[in-house]
């Protein structure tokens, strides 16, 4: 069944190019954020200013080389938790990607599947930890990516909840770091919910993409609060990261 929160599986269409179809995948296994409805509203409106049509679901079984291969990009919006696919499944979305498929994941997807390790991969680091949600200082890396140049600025100060990785997504020679934190602009030594883990990484990238054989994988770490789902410059920033896996800056 393709139904999330008030929308169903929907074909959006108005407005202007090019025609996308996305499929956005938003099961739950572990922590639930309350800014999924927020986000799932987000995705929709910006399928009919974009003549998108857009798919959203919980169904994992939707995940078969033959649904899938209908599809421009695969987002994971807000996923939690492990074994949201079969083995079977996991092989045919690893085949989509390299085979050409687009890929964003946004802020916790890389908190999903820990025992997958092509996924791992995908995501190119897995979430470790974070302190409250501060305000902070976003250093913008590449200004000219088309989910960055929104942002319009080498430095932004920016609220969000902001996540540490179990490595630091610079050392993998495959990743294009777009956006990194100033951890000297917020509190990140505020660790209140992970005592036993050390979540200051010095360097500490944020946003990143990569190519994988022939597909395109996105991750941004941004995107916890429900209001940043109605703020047009995140907006923009998602459909730049979505342009951007579909192979639209070529």
């Not at 739950?28 to 409106?45: L, M, R």
Request: charged share 20%; glycine share 8%.
């Amino acid at each position: 069944m393709i139904i999330i929160s008030i929308f169903c599986g929907l074909v959006l269409a108005t407005a202007a190019t090019p025609e996308l179809k996305v499929l956005v995948f938003t099961k739950t296994v572990g922590f639930y954020h309350a800014s999924k409805p927020n986000a799932i509203k987000a995705f929709y409106e910006i399928g009919h200013d974009h003549n998108w049509q857009i798919t959203f679901t919980e169904d994992s079984t939707l995940f078969t080389g033959k649904e899938l291969s209908k599809y421009n990009v695969v987002v994971f919006l807000l996923t939690t938790g492990n074994n949201l696919l079969s083995d079977e499944l996991k092989l045919a979305f690893q085949k989509y990607i390299e085979g050409g498929g687009g890929f964003v994941g946004v802020h916790t997807a890389t908190d999903t599947e820990y025992k997958w390790p092509w996924y791992e991969k995908l995501v190119g680091a897995h979430f470790l930890g974070h302190p409250p949600v501060h305000t902070g200082k976003l250093i913008i890396e590449n200004k000219n990516h088309l989910a960055t140049q929104c942002f319009g600025t080498d430095t932004l100060v920016w609220k969000d909840e902001f996540y540490s990785f179990d490595r630091n997504p610079r050392k993998n020679s495959n990743l294009n770091i777009l956006v990194s934190i100033d951890e000297k602009s917020y509190n990140i030594d505020e660790n209140i919910w992970f005592k036993n883990v050390n979540i200051v990484m010095g360097d500490h990238p944020l946003v990143w993409c990569q190519k994988i054989g022939l597909g395109r994988s996105f991750q941004t770490a941004l995107g916890h609060t429900p209001e940043l789902y109605d703020n047009d410059m995140f907006r923009k920033h998602l459909i730049g990261a979505v342009l951007w896996a579909a192979g639209e800056d070529k």
